[in-house]
């Protein structure tokens, strides 16, 4: 995460030299400031100035402040800017959807979470000289995050930072802005009382200042400038290391709960799979293996490798790799729980009699399987609710992480207390009864008997 945050922090003040809000003989914050901001450590915001300096940006001077050294002209910094934010037009516009979906519920709970020794420090940013919209929502949104602990969030986080660079646009005047003045006033007050609500009301009402600010000034390069090819976002959730095989193998268990592969059925040749999945031959063979421990395939000279069902070989897959998989399949049980009712609210409504009667017979079909198969097909529906592109690859990544723990799951003892048909028949009435509240309950009541499973598998991985 460390490394992420590097990028964050180094494409934050390229952006904002480039985009002219900071100009030749600005100071940037002190190593101890940014490191506050972004909740790192000094050397991290150390190498981020570093490879700055190196692309003549900044000069890092040891004992006195950062000095931006770069020069442009306001031409250039317009021009520099309108291309940026216009070459990623149709993934802002959809981004900002997905984040009301999925990051405003994470803030919401972030922000109950706080401690009163953090809406103090909140408040200590809000009322400091030179504070702006972008140092302040920076500042809350770390705080909110940092309280909801998970890093598959802050990953997301980063990554959409880095995408927007958290807009700053020139023509925007803290001080002429009387909605920024009003939001920033109340959250002021929020602080000073502990209110938490209303730390969180004047929060969102700063997004939406941000928001406005963007769009107006895209909506208006759009009308005088070309459009650039566009620039797509995505989420950098393997930002260490590699992951191809179990990326694939998370694809393979894919098909297996689509009834694409069947037990004893012999899996293509490693050129053939290879060919088919656009992976190396390398790769098909180490995810043959990790299949292979997981006691999902075995492997027969001369004969190829068949779809057989057995218990994992817990002593292999021991491996700080696997692990951590684990770790992030846990955050993503999370993550669904944080917006299940934000996603589910109001488009169950909008499902036709056609949609409706696909989706009961999911769920009827979700009868016979274990918690996480009748999640991953639920999910998966649940994705026509929201058709876009950032949505679709966020919760396609959360359903990887979690088809990875599925050959975990069925030796697994039942949840005490959670009945799976039970859940699925309240589901089939939500839909029936068009309630979208029963059905969000029903889905939550899976993620938590899931989430449990995950968590012994994650303990017998470190015991056993």
Known sequence: MERGKYNLIYEYYKCHILFGHLRKGDFLPTIEQIGGTFQVAPQTVRNALKKLQQDHLIDVSPGRHTLVVYETTPEETLQVTQQYYLARKEAIDNIFQVTELLLTPVFRVGTQRLTEQELREILRVCVQKG???VSISMFCCNRMLDAVQNQLIKSLFADMVSFFQFPYVTSFDEGTSEEYQEYHRALIASCEALDRDGVFQAFMGLQSVTQKVLQGFIDDTFRTVAMPN??????QTYRDRPQHCHTLAARI??????GEYTEGERLPSYENMALEFAVSVNTARRTVGLLRDMGLIHSINGVGNQIQFSAPNWEKLRRPSIQKNILMAKESIEFLL????EVIDKELLKLDEKQTCK???ILTDSKSLCGLEAIVLVTEYILIFHPFTSFFETYGKLLEFLLFTYPF??????T????HSAVIEKLTRALDEKDTDLFAQGYIELLHDVGAKIEHTAYL???I
Do not use: C, G
């Open 131 to 133: 504070a702006s919209i």
């Open 338 to 341: 944080f917006t299940a009712e």
């Open 409 to 414: 799951m069925s030796d697994q003892p039942q």
């Open 230 to 235: 566009q620039v797509s976002f995505h989420w």
């Open 359 to 361: 989706l009961k017979n």
């Open 461 to 463: 991985l470190q015991n």
């Open 253 to 258: 268990i894919y098909r297996l709960i689509k």
């Open 416 to 419: 005490r207390d959670f009945s």
